[in-house]
């Protein structure tokens, strides 16, 4: 218990927040300029065309998960020989998918103005696709290694505060690019030249801290073939971020395309925010594992489940309740789309929610190296995902597309539950089905009292603050109610357990 108390966790998990609320801000801010500044064609033309650009992620095959799970040994037995092979594999690999990407973004750049149909000129959409891919390309072949190596050894507030850092810069340079110049293509140039920042403090970070050589190691090859494990993963996780948009850019128009991505700006936000929060628990739940304590396991894992559980259905139930008032008012101005769509809003949350939910168990089945285990059922996620969405798409527009997510998200995560049950954890899942139905309970009554007894708050920003704080007050007594009701004990031992650490 000792671990997951410590000051590295609980500062990586208040920088990782402190991230993740200037994602929201900054996420927020920067397609509503493009909305008012633009229109929502040329909104919707850069979430797809990022979503296209984002395809190069399959050829990585799952590498960082399983690199993630390998760093955990030689970090907590100061392995360096053997820490030094693993990310000289990574680092290789990485910056072939780098080069493989430079010709796919080509490509793209070719042949996206040919098969999507939008008002735009032909060098407009080929030169936008090829500013919009430099970022990845940037990632890949400079960050993502480091940043993984800094995330697994507890140091994640160095990402997370670069990331802040840059965000931040990107947006004012955003703003007075806009007033000085009003060009996407211009915008999105700034912003690629800004995001250079980040492999620049990670090296210089790695260097000051840390007695890697790489140049001199050998690679892992072992680590290349559990790569093809996590290849399944991979492409069940890249579709379920990615396919709605992409499926809309074909089948759909870019009206479609900018409702979407509109709407899911604050289900991301909200996603990031557990997920944030799931990453600073997670080194210490993978370093437990590794470490052969099941006992101790145990204890922390179901700290990290209540944790994720509470406030996942915290903040999906306020985002559901608030999402629909909150676009109308993100978007007022704009009449060239139909962003009134509250239907469309509550299933998106719910497929989040379902995503969230499923978060502690694919983390702690990753962090045991399992990932041959999933192979299956990540296809079928995937497949699932893809057949309804087509299906529903034509006769139910976007709504379809978030059926599809909903029920392939249902399906791999009631998988995952029984498996962490059966084959790491050996508990009952009984308990954990009890706590999903508890918040259920939850999350349908504070939506009967709000619909009931809250007043929508108009269309101004201080309404809908209004409206948001009463729904927020709302789902927080009725939760935290049902939690001190039914788990008072559980807690009272967490806290008395927490208090003889601090004592020793």
Known sequence: ???????????????????????????????????????SDVNGLVSSLNQFLSYVSLIEGGLTGVVSANLYKPLVENDIDLLNRILKTAS???????????????????????IVKTKFKYSYVATLSLILSINLFVQYFFSITWKTLLIADKKGYVVFLTYSFVLIVNLI?????????????????GSALIYLIQPFIYHIYIKNNYTINILNSDGDSNLLEQRWDGLAINIAAFIHNNTDVVILSLLGTLHDVSVYSVYFLVVAGLKSIIVAISQAILPIVGRTYASGNRQNLNKIFGIYEMIILFLSFLLFTIGGLTITPFVKLYTSGVYDANYNQPVFGWLIIVAELVYCIREPYVSLAYSANRFKDFKSISYIEAILNIVISIIFVKKFGIVGVAIGTLISMLTRTIYQINYLKNNILKRSYIKLYKIIIIYIFGSVISSVLSQKFISDGGNTILGWIGYAAKNGIVVILVLVLLTLFFYHKQISSWIIEFSKTKEN
């Open 1 to 39: 218990m000792r671990n997951i108390k410590n000051n590295s966790t609980t500062f990586n998990m208040a920088c990782s927040l402190l991230q993740q609320a200037i994602v929201m801000i900054s996420g927020f801010i920067l397609p509503r300029i493009i909305l008012k500044t633009f229109d």
């Open 92 to 114: 290789q690999f990485y910056k072939k998918i780098a080069l493989i990407f430079s010709l796919y973004a080509i490509s793209v750049a070719f042949i996206y103005p040919i």
């Open 173 to 189: 340079i955003t703003l007075i690019l806009v007033y000085i110049y009003p060009s996407i293509h211009l915008v999105k140039m």
